[in-house]
């Protein structure tokens, strides 16, 4: 580890390690190519630091780690035991486990035998839960997982659906009968030394803040997850925008807000005003926001936030505080009011605070007589705990 000037010098060295596991590393020759290691390297890159990365076993990484002997590993899930000695960052990557199967889950029997790369993720995280499964075989590639759920040997295997994916494509492999079901969300992180943060306490802070920059497809919506979300909120979008309250309320926010008068610029920079609390209680108890409250309530706490913007993009109709009050610059509001007869999604984002995944749903409200656009719905949904809701697991009880 080279750190002899500290991390303010552009072209520090840091010397981190990774194990032999899918994806940090390619499958058959251990080299650091893989999705997790590429974005390693760009977010060291763009804090103009030179990361050398080791690959070594699991078993040696956590070892390194515990005695202070290097920087960080990764990719890992957040881990009680891990904590004791490190500190993750923001994830660099979303994995999407799914179970790979043959026989329909429906059709498995209790004690289902199962497959996972050795020392892997999924391996780590089977292993800390009390689910009656029977883990057959501890892989040494996706290949060997695969051949083994074609053959009849395992019933299922467990593995990230992306890598799965694009190992299917490069090998040629028949898919065959080979099918596959949700089973959770799995956040990767770095994981940095106790040790190493104590010397440069500045490095997770700046670390987090470069990672939006380098974050790969793991974070867009999968066709399965447009459908789930679609399926899910399309009947909640409707009476949204064809409410009539609520259309009515939009349509003469700022006169009763009595706001009509001030330009875009002003109103953003009045709501940034901390000490200008009158703009802020307005909105929050205006029809609009009331109305939106009432009609979001029943989600089973899977909607965050509501917005509603008038055609001026502002944010007349809110169900928590919003850091801008002008949304007319942002996606959510722009691509409704482009299309309008569309359900826009966003990628998938992580909120720090409450270590969850949310995306942005965004509709546009039309005028029923006009047909004219006059604002915009947006829903901040979990999409964490809505996918959690649709995770199938291989035996009954946890249907």
């Excluded at 840091?14 to 997790?36: D, K, R, V």
């Excluded at 070594?56 to 390194?64: I, M």
């Excluded at 290949?143 to 799965?164: E, H, K, P, W």
């Excluded at 610029?265 to 029809?287: F, H, P």
Aim: aromatic letters at 8%.
């Amino acid at each position: 580890m080279t750190l002899t000037c500290g991390l303010a010098q552009a072209n520090t060295q840091i010397e981190l390690q990774t194990y032999h596991a899918f994806p940090a590393s390619n499958e058959q020759q251990h080299s650091t190519n893989g999705t997790s290691t590429s974005a390693v390297r760009c977010i060291f890159e763009h804090l103009q630091m030179k990361p050398v990365i080791h690959v070594v076993t699991w078993r040696h990484a956590l070892a390194a780690l515990t005695r202070g002997q290097t920087p960080g590993i990764f990719a890992l899930e957040p881990n009680e035991k891990l904590a004791q000695i490190g500190t993750p960052s923001f994830p660099i990557l979303l994995q999407k486990w799914m179970w790979f199967h043959t026989v329909p889950l429906s059709e498995l029997p209790n004690k289902a035998r199962v497959a996972v790369l050795a020392d892997s993720n999924e391996q780590r995280w089977l292993e800390q839960q009390s689910f009656p499964l029977t883990l057959e075989v501890q892989a040494d590639s996706l290949s060997q997982m695969i051949n083994l759920v074609q053959a009849g040997r395992v019933d299922a295997f467990l593995a990230d659906y992306a890598q799965t994916v694009q190992h299917l494509k490069q090998t040629f492999t028949p898919t065959g009968k080979l099918s596959h079901s949700f089973a959770r969300y799995a956040p990767m992180h770095l994981y940095f030394s106790n040790h190493y943060l104590e010397r440069y306490p500045e490095l997770l802070g700046q670390f987090n803040s470069k990672i939006e920059h380098c974050i790969g497809d793991g974070f867009q919506l999968s066709e399965f997850e447009q459908t789930i979300l679609a399926d899910k909120f399309s009947d909640l979008f409707t009476t949204l925008t064809q409410d009539p309250h609520l259309l009515s309320a939009v349509k003469n926010s700022e006169q009763e807000l009595h706001i009509g008068h001030l330009d875009v610029a002003t109103l953003d920079q009045m709501w940034l005003q901390s000490e200008n609390e009158d703009l802020a209680l307005r909105i929050i108890n205006s029809k609009s926001s009331q109305r939106l409250r009432s009609l979001t309530s029943l989600s089973d706490e899977l909607i965050t936030e509501a917005i509603v913007s008038n055609q001026r993009g502002l944010g007349v109709g809110i169900t928590r505080l919003t850091t801008d009050f002008w949304q007319g610059d942002e996606a959510k509001f722009i691509n409704p009011s482009n299309a309008p007869e569309q359900l826009h999604l966003s990628d998938i984002d992580y909120d720090s605070s409450t270590r969850s995944f949310l995306v942005h749903a965004s509709k546009a409200m039309l005028d029923p007589e006009s047909g004219e656009f006059i604002g915009s719905i947006t829903l901040g949904i979990n999409i964490s705990a809505l996918l959690e809701k649709q995770a199938v697991f291989l035996f009954p009880a946890y249907q």
